[in-house]
């Protein structure tokens, strides 16, 4: 059973006083009417605290990164049982702008997901092509290597604990969203790649959730398609009357 899940990705937004109020405004009025988890990604600083704020309410907690070792002399780092001990549940591994600004490689990402995953961690791991990549018809290319690459070695049973992003870069913070049929086409290509990785039923389990300008007015649209299972939501989740909007949709 594939799970709808929509995370809100702070970015580095938010002093601890917004945070606290932020999460009040989601927890006091988030309704679960639609029965989907509903993750929030706020900056390292704020876990803890976050974490204090969501105990008894059904919003879960995640982090947008984590350090793919142990323990050890990585000064300024973060592992997973860290974040595990702060009561994340979720991490985002390979946002495009940790691939585009730290030149994180499929490689270094398949790490992550490694150490994540071992840690008890579900990651939402993101693939999306860049505009260029689009408009000279590399986008399947792109993400089949990063699908490839990224999630080499895994079980089916490992892959089940995954969330895929489709995150295509030209629509992330520019107000261009991808239209839903866009959409819908790359979501139903990731899982056929995700079935040739494992097995279709493997596949069909996996949640894809669809980030990118996504807002409480393309939102019911875009849940519609078969293949989109969920949202990684940035600028509007950053106010909780228009993520309430989003996750309430
Ligand atoms: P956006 O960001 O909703 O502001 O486009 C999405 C993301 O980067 O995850």
């Known amino acids: 059973m594939r799970k709808t899940i929509v995370a809100g990705n702070w970015k580095m937004f938010t002093d601890l006083a917004e945070a606290n109020e932020l999460i009040t405004g989601l927890k006091n009025n988030f309704q679960n009417k639609n029965q989907i988890e509903v993750v929030v990604c706020p900056p390292f600083t704020h876990l803890s605290a976050v974490s204090l704020s969501l105990q008894g309410s059904s919003i879960q907690l995640g982090a947008q990164n984590v350090y793919p070792e142990e323990k050890g002399a990585y000064t300024g780092e973060i592992s997973p049982a860290m974040l595990k001990s702060v009561g994340c549940q979720y991490v985002i591994v390979g946002h495009s702008e940790r691939r585009e600004y730290f030149h994180e490689s ?18 939402i791991y993101c693939v999306g092509e860049k505009l260029e990549e689009r408009e000279s018809d590399q986008t399947f290319k792109v993400i089949e290597a990063q699908l490839k690459e990224g ?85 509007a989740s950053l106010k909780a009357d228009s993520f309430l909007a989003i996750v309430n949709y």
Not at 201 to 216: E, L, M, N
């Open 106 to 123: 499929n490689a270094f990402l398949n790490k992550k997901l490694q150490f994540a995953l071992q840690n008890g961690l579900t990651p």
């Open 151 to 235: 999630l080499s070695g895994f079980s089916a049973a490992q892959l089940k604990n995954i969330v895929i992003a489709y995150e295509p870069v030209w629509a992330i913070g520019t107000g261009k969203t991808a239209s839903p049929e866009q959409a819908q086409e790359v979501h139903a290509f990731i899982r056929q790649e995700l079935a040739k990785l494992s097995d279709a039923a493997t596949a069909d389990a996996i949640t894809i959730q669809y980030g990118g300008s996504v807002k409480p007015d393309n939102v019911t649209e875009l849940m519609g398609k078969p293949d989109i299972d969920g949202a990684l939501v940035g600028g």
